[in-house]
């Protein structure tokens, strides 16, 4: 099966793109570097021939509110339009866990807007909502800085490896279009704090981590239960102690 892994050299694409070429399909990892750019459409009609799945794994290089919206907003249209062209029958999006909650955010404003267009589009499609992966709890501290520390909400947080998240996207990709969303998260919860402390101390790094009951997510409020899966996730089996020796052994920690 020809799948097009758009965002296919990212932290999830590239993962995902050797997993499917593992069980035999065609998996072509799709990129501005490869040629293929969803803003402008470049490259799309020639890729998409041919192609049954669409993966969409990218992101936007600039996190500020104008500039996210207008990336999900226009890769998404164009995705969705070449997509009908070609007759792909299933487009895979990776979205966020409690996205519909967080629209206080500019980030999330813009994944809400790219559910939505996939949503009203004719072509099948599944929405997957990941928890957070391992991989960006110092990223988070970075976007939660007040001053020189990082303030974070005590909330429950359910985060995942990277590697199950691209294992799970596989699954999806390869199965029939739920024209819904599926849930994924980690094996364990923790408190988003105390959890951040932990990567914060075995990078060492020495931000101090504040349990702020204020402080937001991404510029978001937050409940307890704003960033944790219903009851029907698909749960990852990597543990955060196992990935952190792993990641430390391969010295690929972000
Ligand atoms: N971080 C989390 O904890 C988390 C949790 C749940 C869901 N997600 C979602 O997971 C998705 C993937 O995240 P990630 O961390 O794997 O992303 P990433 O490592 O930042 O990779 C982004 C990919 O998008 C590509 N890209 C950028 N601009 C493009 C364009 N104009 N056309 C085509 N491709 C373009 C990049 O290509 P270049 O490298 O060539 O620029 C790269 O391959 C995101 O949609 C995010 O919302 C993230």
Same mark, same amino acid.
Do not use: Q
């Given at each position: 099966m020809k799948i097009v892994v758009i965002g296919g050299t %990212? &932290?999830? %694409?590239?993962?995902l793109v050797n997993k499917l070429r593992e069980h035999g399909h065609e998996a072509v990892a799709a990129a501005p570097n490869t040629g293929i750019n969803t803003l402008t459409g470049e %490259?799309? @009609?020639e890729v998409l021939k041919g192609a049954s799945v669409v993966v969409d794994v990218s992101n936007s290089p600039s996190w500020d509110d104008a500039a996210v919206l207008n990336f999900f907003e226009t890769s998404t249209r164009n995705l969705l339009r070449y997509e009908a062209a070609a007759g792909v029958g299933h487009h895979? @999006? &990776?979205s966020v866990v409690g996205t519909d909650q967080l629209s206080e955010s500019g980030y999330f404003r813009a994944k809400v807007a790219q559910e939505k267009l996939i949503q009203e589009s004719s072509v099948p499609? *599944? =929405? =997957?909502? @990941? *928890?957070q992966f391992f991989e960006f709890l110092k990223g988070l501290?970075?976007?939660s800085m007040v001053g020189d520390k990082v303030h974070l909400p005590p909330v429950l947080f359910q985060p995942m490896a990277a590697d199950d998240v691209a294992s799970a996207v596989g699954k999806v990709a390869v199965g029939s279009p739920a024209n819904g969303i599926v849930e994924i998260g980690g094996p364990e919860q923790f408190r988003l704090d105390e959890l951040v402390r932990r990567r914060l101390a075995t990078l060492k790094d020495s931000r101090e981590v504040v349990a702020d009951p204020d402080a937001r997510y991404s510029g978001a409020k937050i409940s307890e239960k704003t &960033?944790?899966?219903g009851n029907n996730a698909r749960l990852g089996e990597t543990r955060f102690e196992t990935w952190l020796t792993q990641s430390a052994a391969t010295g690929r920690a972000a």
């Open positions: %990212g &932290l999830i %694409g590239s993962k %490259g799309l @009609a895979l @999006a &990776l499609y *599944t =929405i =997957i909502h @990941a *928890t501290a970075d976007i &960033l944790v899966p």
